[in-house]
DNA sequence: CTGAAAGCGCTTACAG
DNA sequence: CTGAAAGCGCTTACAG
């Protein structure tokens, strides 16, 4: 069923079905218009959108490609980016690449192949690069989320910040011994995070310890077992700022099995503020990424693209550090009682 | 750039480069074939598929239309579908209803104006009726999950077999006073749950009890104000069957606050099997669903429709009871020391 | 206010 | 082994 079907049902040429359906404004008889709308009702007609597209060069759908819907960050994204999507009457197809270059290869292709009017490249791991020259030779837009490529515009947090926040959060509560648990290296956002926890540290006057950073993936067994080595290492360190909020799980949990309380014991911080994060005992603190936001917002720039607008090349979305009871004062600061737990608490006591 | 441009560089017709590009095994001239793919290479060119499509009344895409992404297992399902589906050369067009009706009606409608090849529905507690006849009327296949309509076929997991399996668990373990949180119970997955609750009970020879019920709405903070009631009220239950995992997590949150312990005090059961479960201390019991296996054996499912082979109304896949550290026998049955903790502790022992 | 016609970029019988 | 031509279902100048 197509156009000529609804064109002949209501008496009309096809150049008027297509006039009623698709611009409200041109000058149709009313009678006219009513019968072709009848015809639509009545067929349950609905105008194929490939044709449309072939002709009009413009698909109305979006690619979102991302790393691994898994990490409950991108779940929010996708949903801010297909909520604001839908309002404009765009589409979302959805790639999830595994972090695999030749995943990330494969669906730009076949989105391009798709025309999609624009394409949303998000996260961090895979490189962007070997998928520029395509990009650039096709009428496609393109936004990046998370990390900054000259020839296209950008939505990130500021992940070196947030992360010197975290750390002078706890060197402010007192702690001098603050672990950090890497996520993947390869990860700018990564990279940027460990910065931040450096540059927090210099800001607060703390020496450098490279013993006390550990590189996880992300995954709250990677968090499990660093804390399990850097909790029986000596001196042990007071806090433990895990560079995601899984992660931060693990750690918990790797201090409940050793016996340590948190955060009497052992402060803990993540990184994302996933649901969970508020629902833990002790409730975790945490950075909050605006994930929704981040999305909707990709998805704005989009379409500002779209209207050929200017549009400045990095936005910063705010990250907000919530603080919770999973970080506080470390113990020694409280007094002796520390040494019956603690075989590190002597050695620490000197670092004060 | 199109198929002309790529034509006239190689110097032979569209139809050859057509054909070089489509079928492999058509009759080419070596040479020929050689040209065409450098012209196709130099280019860059990638096909239109709008146009393919026009023509052969195939889009290669799927339609994935789910209630809310938040919900950890959506995105497990998604990645499953999408998955399998571009291994198979297919596109998936994410939808998020958000539960709302019209939202459903819309996301049906464009992507029948899109021509998707399939549309996946997965989910409850919106009403599918109103969307069968455009969708009987096109040429679309789908897939429902989640629960049964007549017309189509579906994946679905036995709520009922696992929430019996939950509460039988935990008679076996001893306990007698077992309440239940269900999520919104306009949801057949939830109906299920609870029917399986009682049918457990009934099994066990375990007095019903409506006391024991709560309604949530599958949000931590529901399982935590549920529990909070529940573990307040006298007698109160030994073991709570949340079901899923973030209202468990939520009446962990409640009991810790309540100074009660897990599962000494109160056994908590969840279901889904997120993440988090394993990373909880105590380790939540919970029921595994494969969500991953969901989206792919659907996706698996409509590739079969779409080969026109016969396949089964329903196919159920197994759920899979993790039994973990979150529930163990009441304290009633090791002693009297419960007195000390709990109110209702005496009156508890009577129903023994 | 309405219609005939061109054309978007492909695939595939059909002819050679 | 190769090409010319029809046609998928639309939108939109152009003409009236």
């Avoid at 991302?66 to 009457?89: H, K, R, V």
């Avoid at 961090?124 to 070997?130: H, N």
């Avoid at 402010?172 to 540290?201: C, K």
Wanted: charged share 25%; proline share 5%.
């Amino acid at each position: 069923m197509n156009i000529t079907d609804v064109a002949k049902k209501a008496g009309v040429s096809i150049s008027t079905v297509s006039r009623v359906l698709n611009n409200a404004s041109y000058p149709v008889k009313q009678e006219t218009r009513e019968r072709v709308l009848e015809a639509v009702r009545e067929l349950g007609f609905r105008p194929n959108d490939l044709a449309r597209g072939l002709l009009l060069k413009k698909s109305r759908t979006i690619g979102l490609v991302i790393p691994d819907i898994s990490n409950p960050y991108y779940p929010e994204l996708a949903l801010g980016l297909e909520a604001t999507a839908s309002e404009y009457g765009y589409s979302v197809i959805f790639c999830n690449t595994g972090r695999q270059a030749e995943k990330l290869e494969h669906y730009v292709d076949v989105l391009l192949q798709k025309r999609a009017d624009g394409i949303v490249l998000a996260g961090g791991g895979t490189d962007f690069t070997p998928v520029f020259q395509p990009l650039l030779d096709f009428d496609v837009e393109v936004v990046v989320i998370g990390r900054h490529y000259l020839p296209f515009l950008s939505v990130q947090i500021d992940n070196v910040a947030a992360a010197r926040e975290v750390t002078t959060h706890l060197a402010e509560l007192g702690h001098r011994r603050i672990a950090f648990i890497s996520g993947p290296l390869n990860l700018t956002s990564v990279q940027d995070r460990l910065a931040g926890y450096r540059s927090g540290l210099e800001e607060r006057g703390i020496g450098r310890d490279d013993r006390l950073v550990r590189e996880g993936d992300f995954q709250s067994e990677s968090g499990y077992s660093a804390a399990l080595s850097l909790l029986q290492a000596e001196p042990r360190p007071t806090a433990i700022f895990a560079s995601n909020d899984r992660m931060a799980i693990g750690v918990v949990a790797a201090a409940a099995d050793l016996g340590l309380k948190v955060p009497d014991d052992i402060s803990v911080v993540g990184f994302d503020d996933i649901i969970m994060a508020s629902y833990m005992r002790p409730a975790l603190t945490t950075v909050a990424i605006p994930g929704y936001e981040v999305g909707a917002y990709a998805m704005r720039l989009m379409l500002r693209l779209f209207a050929g607008e200017e549009c400045s090349q990095i936005t910063w979305l705010p990250t907000n550090l919530v603080v919770r009871d999973s970080s506080g004062p470390p113990r020694e600061t409280e007094g002796f009682d520390v040494m019956k737990l603690e075989r590190g608490g002597a050695e620490g006591r000197v670092l004060e």
